[in-house]
């Protein structure tokens, strides 16, 4: 339960923060971050593979209605879903490697942005043509890219605090409680 209410806050808050201040920003280029996607991203390296893909459906099934949408309705949720689940395949490694959780972050960061372009041109897009997609791809990963650390950190730092309390260990403590919560 507090691990659905800490992604459902980040996925919020994310969300807000892209509509109302990210998409505003004057970037080079005309692109900005896209700090839903690197949320998803960084809650499915903290949580798994099935959680990823849960939360990446979800934040995509919202990001897909939230104005200004002008694209297809799944379309976001589609390239969440396949993010977040294959950013979870990644949480088994984390602990082998400090670089591992960056790794992952900017491929699911360039993946997304890809995916994406892919999926608009193969549903008809107007917008995405080749030569839209060869210069705004590069530069929306690049941006992702750099935003991506600061995603990270706030989310696995925050993260931790939202664990479920383990019960094996707390009811260690005397045997008349340990007995009472395993018999249920």
């Known amino acids: 339960m507090r691990r659905r209410l800490f992604a459902a806050i980040v996925v919020l808050v994310a969300l807000v923060l892209q509509v109302i201040v990210i998409n505003r920003l004057p ?5 900005v971050p896209d700090v839903v996607l690197l949320s998803v991203v960084a809650l499915a390296l903290v949580y798994g593979p099935l959680p990823g893909l849960v939360t990446g459906f979800c934040a ?3 990001a897909d209605v939230v104005p200004p949408a002008d694209h297809t309705i799944g379309q976001y949720a ?51 043509t080749w030569a839209t997609a060869r210069h705004l791809v590069p530069l929306t990963a690049l941006y992702d890219v750099l935003l991506s650390p600061f995603v990270l950190y706030l ?13 094996d260990t707390v009811l260690t403590v005397g045997s008349r409680t340990l007995d009472r919560y395993r018999s249920r």
């Open 27 to 31: 970037l080079p280029g005309g692109v």
């Open 60 to 62: 995509g099934l919202i």
């Open 78 to 128: 589609f390239v969440f879903c396949l993010v977040g689940y294959a950013a979870g395949l990644a949480q088994t490694e984390m602990d082998r490697s400090s670089v591992m959780p960056f790794v992952a972050m900017v491929v699911g960061a360039v993946g997304g942005c890809v995916l994406y372009a892919v999926l608009g041109g193969l549903l008809g897009d107007p917008r995405i």
């Open 155 to 167: 989310v696995f730092r925050l993260g931790r605090r939202f664990e479920p309390i383990d019960h």
